[in-house]
């Protein structure tokens, strides 16, 4: 009973914004690992990579935004669950982002952290570079939502669904811009990513899902920082 009524706290449109923010999460994660599947060690990437060499960066980058989007969702689980429980620093949820990139990043790299240090190195600054980013997003969302009047627990959570938001949209871009240049430079590897006989792209299917969950959740954030949240 204690555990609901701490939880029934929060309003209904934070947990909106969460639940928005976390399916586009789940898509964005999921869409990452589909081009990483898809193209890692194919004879086929090889040889787009050679024709456009920018699809070999962008792979990364997408691969990076993923696991960057996987530390946000865990620092905004956090967080709610820091203000659900009533704790006067919800904040502090962000900590949990530094063991996830510290020892996180050697079990996603540890082939390249065996063979390539300085390869390894690059990748684990940038994904450092994709957490700050995020946690900077969230800092500065959480400090205005509130100086809008919602109440601190409520703010919070909305700047951290704000933070996973700004991951979203890089990572959403990022996959548009890969598809796009891969469709035109590796025909033969894109159509790896077709629905079957559809035509479709499943990566395109993933990108529309995530545009629609982001825009929810951005919608939801935006409509919980224009009226107080005070807890209940």
């Known amino acids: 009973m204690a555990a609901q009524e701490s939880f029934a706290r929060l309003p209904r449109r934070v947990w909106l914004a969460v639940a928005g923010t976390l399916l586009a999460a789940l898509v964005a994660f999921l869409g990452g690992l589909d081009v990483y599947l898809f193209e890692d060690g194919s004879p086929l990437a090889h ?16 691969y990076l935004t993923a696991l960057a989007i996987g530390v946000a969702a865990v620092v905004l689980l ?21 063991p996830l990139v510290v020892f996180g990043a050697p079990l996603a790299f540890w082939g390249i952290a065996l063979r390539q240090p300085g390869a390894f190195l690059a990748l684990l600054v940038s994904l450092a570079g994709g957490v700050a980013l995020m946690l900077l997003a969230t800092r500065i969302a959480t400090a205005r939502i509130a100086r809008l009047g919602v109440a601190h627990a409520a703010a919070d959570v909305l700047g951290a669904c704000a933070g996973l938001v700004t991951l979203l949209l890089v990572q959403g871009g990022l996959v548009l811009a890969h598809l796009l240049v891969l469709r035109a430079a590796g025909p033969g590897l ?43």
């Not at 920018?54 to 792979?59: A, K, R």
């Not at 956090?78 to 530094?98: F, I, N, Q, T």
């Not at 159509?191 to 919608?219: D, M, P």
């Open 190 to 232: 894109y159509a790896t990513t077709l629905l079957g006989g559809s035509g479709i792209s499943e990566l395109a299917v993933a990108i529309g899902l995530l545009a629609v969950l982001a825009c929810f959740a951005g919608l939801q954030v935006i409509h919980g920082s224009l009226h107080k949240a005070p807890l209940a």
């Open 78 to 98: 956090a967080r709610l669950a820091l203000a659900a429980s009533g704790s006067a620093h919800p904040g502090a949820g962000d900590l949990v982002a530094l």
């Open 47 to 62: 040889a787009a990579y050679a024709a456009a060499p920018f699809l070999d960066l962008s792979f990364s980058l997408i």
